[in-house]
């Protein structure tokens, strides 16, 4: 496992060598020889590390549309890389084998940090595994399969954020576009950070309401919507996902809510991704969402005013058509992707209407 002196952190101002770390907003403050909640950030004497730096643990060449973004780049391919680790505890997560460093810490005093790596398996600093890769590795490995973008994915690339900035500094250089597959949860102070080097993101809005985040994610919802509106605001270009799950987030009430707020704080041309639950992880006895209930919400999102709504992973609203004359631009069935009726320059090629995103 390769340590590296972590970003955005400070002395927690106790005295002693505890510290506080700023990069998600869980803001964890960390004893001496203790982990955060994410359980890839460790104190060494009044030092916050990663100890994921340089560990690739999955990567693949991926349809950029499986992020899923669906007005950036759209039909091209993306290098997707992730490192161990997440600052949720989600019972749903669909890639929990690779997010949940959790599983192998002691989790009974991580309220606020301060976790013990459980190497009963002794494993050492072998424990988190991956290929090692450099920046410039990954970048180069972008460009011999012709991808022209880097997505950080698979797992919450706030928690490994160092490698992730420092790739998307080479990627920049290089010539490749960046992108965020996150929670959201990350502080302002990590956003600002990364803005500069960082082209797309798909944010998870996971629900609408405190009380699934806390229940359901270990976390809270406000500082995933302050996180969408800097995304806005830095001029990223930003869409949306909500996984909905049967009787915990999918009633008609918090889908309008949810689809309000991105028209009101984030813009009618922001898509809203709306994919369906198949049970995983701890939530294997949650029967899978069914298609009526996808079709209700993309429903729901282009009664509030959304123009661009997608039925995620179960081939409903998937083609991208013209706000104005309705004409298809880009056809979609699962993740093959054809341009249609879509100029290069995002031109509507039937009535002119110029399309949001990146193209």
Known sequence: ??????????????????????????????????????????NRNGVLNTRVYGRVVAMNVDPIEKKPLYHFLPASETFSVAAVGCNFRCGFCQNHSISQAAEFVDTDNGVNGNIDINDNAGQGDDLYGGTVMSPLDIVNTALKYKCPSVSFTYTEPTVFFEYALDTAKAAKAAGLKTVFVSNGFMTGECLTTAAPYLDACNIDLKSFREDFYKKQCGASLSPVLESLKTIREAGIWLEVTTLLIG??????????DIARFIVNNLGADTP??????????????????????????????VAAGLRYVYGGNVNLFQDTRCPKCGGVLTGRFGYKTKIMGLTAGGVCGGCGERICGVF
Not at 275 to 296: D, H, K, Q, W
């Open 272 to 301: 809203w991704h709306v994919s369906g639950f198949y049970p995983r992880y701890r939530m294997l006895n949650v029967p899978p969402t069914n298609a009526a209930s996808i079709e209700r919400a993309c429903g729901i999102g």
């Open 1 to 42: 496992m390769i340590a590296k002196e972590a970003l955005l952190w400070n002395s927690d101002g106790s005295g002693g060598d505890s510290v506080q770390c700023g990069l998600c907003a869980h803001r964890c403050r960390i004893l001496s020889g203790k982990y955060g909640r994410c359980a890839v950030r460790f």
């Open 247 to 256: 009787g915990l987030n999918d009633s008609d009430g918090e889908l309008t």
